[in-house]
């Protein structure tokens, strides 16, 4: 028997990263650029250690753009390598260099294990872009020498005698043919804006043709004012592109304003957030971050929430719901884990027990920000409401350990003014309607009915949010005994007035049927306390809400809805209709009709042909009124 280790020929793999590594071509930038941040970070860690010397000029990253050459070159000034660091780090694919250092280093570093450590695979990211790579690089080791390291994406590499004297490493891509978009300063300025803006070492950029420009011309002016001495012009100073100390990493307190201005420059939205959430565990794992509520609009599908996920102020994704619960991707924001790698495919993420909890741990952190809200400020709280319902309500629909949380800060708006919880609804309704909550989808469509609630001294809630469809199922399901009726569902005993005689109901409902020319229509006739409501329609909460739902989720045409016609029999119109004999049959169908689409009208709009129809009528009953 042969035992052995199996070996990875970089002659195949390198096609294999260059087209498959990354979905995202981008992603090479940010490789390197992180490369750079590590590198600087293991000089700052063994400069602190007392293991390196401070030459006291700083730290930075510059991305250099040489257009002419066709070049792409990423500098940084951190500890560097010798050649044989560069063979064992970059030769042998996928060896990560961070892990040996903090091995060779562990009892002097901590628990403080800050140090991404990217070389190996991330490195050969290059290889996406570059037909040929290049390393130019000096190690902080005292007598070391440059070296000069190059492949072109094959197996063959060479390695000789380096040019850089200072110390730290330039990383130089020379961009194949396919991947010229790259040769733009737009481009490279966007992907650094886009991966790297929170870095936490500057980053600065280098357009090398312009710098060649203002070199022509300084040298032409120069040759102009005929060698004389000018008066030395104040040289400008780059500014990085990155914001190195990033607003979630401070503490609350320090913030302030500052918490505005973030959310400005960051989500380029021009509205003020609501309000927000700075987000900060230490155990069992590391994360920090801000949340920012926005104002929302109506429509679920309408949202366009962002929340950026980082790792160590590196930029991995927006949006990515397998760590960010899917109702809070309707929020901004920025999470930053340095517990999730980099790179990582989603049934990673779906399966790993940090993100479980990191879930989890966002979920608490909004419910008890929003709970804190009702019970401390409630009446800032009601004022958000209308702006906050639909993701609060979204996140009950989506997430039962979110509604647990938070069920007792959901509140409801009254069509009589203010706010009530659902136990401070049923406690002051509880003797008129019991365990019923009456609701409004349409304050102008159903304020016939909304009259009729008012004049009678009963209580409904505004319901008028497409997510409240499925929401209203949700909290029956919650609250057991509780019901939900839509105002125009149902006629309490309350708003009636008395009995109506067996002989009237039965000569009403055989009138409106064959007026109506709807044998199958149910009619009910009822003694309202308000006069001046000839009839309203009743819909089957249950069938409506089928209907409703059909639509929200795209199951195709309207169902048929159950619903019944209750006439007011204290009602003028009414009386005349039950007064009218058969002589005057069709003045009373006339009326007939125009009294249902009346009663209609207060829960849907009414087809072209019907409104078509109902103005017509509306003249002819004029005409009949003023003989």
């Known amino acids: 028997m042969e035992k052995g280790s199996l070996s990875i020929n970089s002659e195949n793999l390198l096609p294999i990263i260059k087209k498959w590594l990354y979905s995202d071509t981008d992603i090479f930038l940010r490789e390197l650029v992180s490369n750079g941040c590590d590198a600087v970070n293991k000089q700052k860690k063994l400069v602190s250690m007392g293991e390196a010397a401070d030459d006291g000029k700083g730290y930075k990253i510059t991305v250099s753009l040489d257009k002419e050459n066709k070049t792409v070159t990423v500098s940084d000034n951190g500890l560097g390598m010798t050649e044989d660091e560069v063979k064992e780090y970059i030769n ?63 197996i063959e590499f060479e390695i000789d005698e380096g040019e850089r004297t200072e110390r730290g490493t330039d990383i130089i891509l020379h961009i194949g043919e396919d991947s010229e978009e790259f040769l733009s300063p737009y481009k490279l300025k966007e992907i650094l804006t886009k991966y790297c803006y929170f870095m936490p070492v500057e980053i600065y950029f280098e357009d090398v043709d312009e710098l060649r420009k203002k070199e022509a011309e300084a040298a032409k002016e120069e040759i102009k004012e005929g060698g004389e001495e000018k008066e030395e012009e104040k040289e400008e100073k780059p500014e990085p592109v990155n914001d190195v100390n990033p607003l979630w990493l401070k503490k609350p307190a320090d913030c302030t304003e500052e918490y505005k201005t973030f959310y400005h420059k960051v989500f380029t939205d021009f509205n003020d957030p609501l309000f927000w959430i700075h987000l900060n565990m230490d155990y069992p794992f590391k994360l920090k971050g ?107 629909v989506r997430e039962e350990d979110f509604y647990d949380k938070v069920k007792d800060s959901l509140i409801y708006k009254s069509i009589n003014g203010g706010y009530k919880t659902l136990q401070e609804y049923l406690t002051a309704n509880e003797a008129k309607t019991e365990k019923k909550v009456f609701y409004v989808s349409d304050e102008q469509q159903q304020a016939q009915y909304i009259n009729m609630f008012k004049e009678n001294e009963l209580e409904a809630v505004v319901l008028s949010n497409q997510i409240d469809v499925p929401f209203v199922n949700y909290m029956e399901m919650y609250n057991e005994g509780v019901k939900f009726m839509r105002i125009d569902s149902d006629i ?123 103005v017509d009528r509306s003249s002819k009953i004029l005409e009949m009124i003023s003989k």
């Not at 991404?116 to 872009?129: E, K, N, P, R």
Request: proline residues 2%; glycine residues 6%.
């Open 92 to 154: 042998q694919i996928a060896f990560s260099g961070a892990n040996s250092f903090i091995e060779k280093y562990k009892d002097k570093i901590g628990s403080e294990n800050d140090i991404i450590g990217h070389f190996g695979l991330g490195f050969y990211s290059a290889f996406m872009v570059a037909e040929v790579v290049e390393i130019q690089t000096l190690s902080y080791r005292e007598g070391a020498k440059p070296c000069h390291w190059k492949c072109s994406g094959g």
């Open 290 to 396: 801000i949340l920012y509520f926005p104002k929302l609009r109506r429509e679920l599908d309408a949202i366009e929430g962002q929340v950026k996920l980082y790792n160590n102020q590196v930029f991995i994704a927006d949006n990515i719901k397998e760590v960010i619960p899917e109702f809070l991707l309707l929020l901004k924001g920025t999470i930053d884990c340095p517990d999730l790698p980099l790179n990582v495919s989603r049934s990673f993420l779906q399966n790993d027990g940090y993100v479980a909890k990191i879930s989890k741990y966002i979920v608490k952190k909004v419910a008890d920000k929003l709970n804190s809200l009702f019970k401390k400020e409630r009446e800032s709280y009601e004022n958000n409401w209308d702006d906050i319902n639909t993701f609060i309500k979204y996140g009950c």
């Open 492 to 614: 309490n005993d309350i708003l009636k007035s008395g009995e109506v005689d067996k002989e009237t109901k039965e000569k009403l409902e055989k009138l409106f049927k064959e007026g109506l020319g709807k044998d199958s229509l149910t009619v009910q006739a009822e003694s309202l306390k308000t006069e001046n409501v000839s009839a309203v329609i009743e819909l089957s909460e249950q069938s409506r809400r089928m209907q409703e739902m059909s639509k929200l989720y795209g199951f195709g045409g309207d169902m048929p809805m159950a619903e019944t016609l209750v006439l007011n029999t204290k009602n003028g119109v009414i009386k005349q209709v039950l007064a009218m004999g058969d002589d005057k049959k069709d003045d009373r169908d006339l009326i007939i009709k125009q009294v249902y689409d009346l009663a209609a009208m207060s829960h849907r709009s009414l087809t072209a042909e019907e409104l078509t129809a109902f």
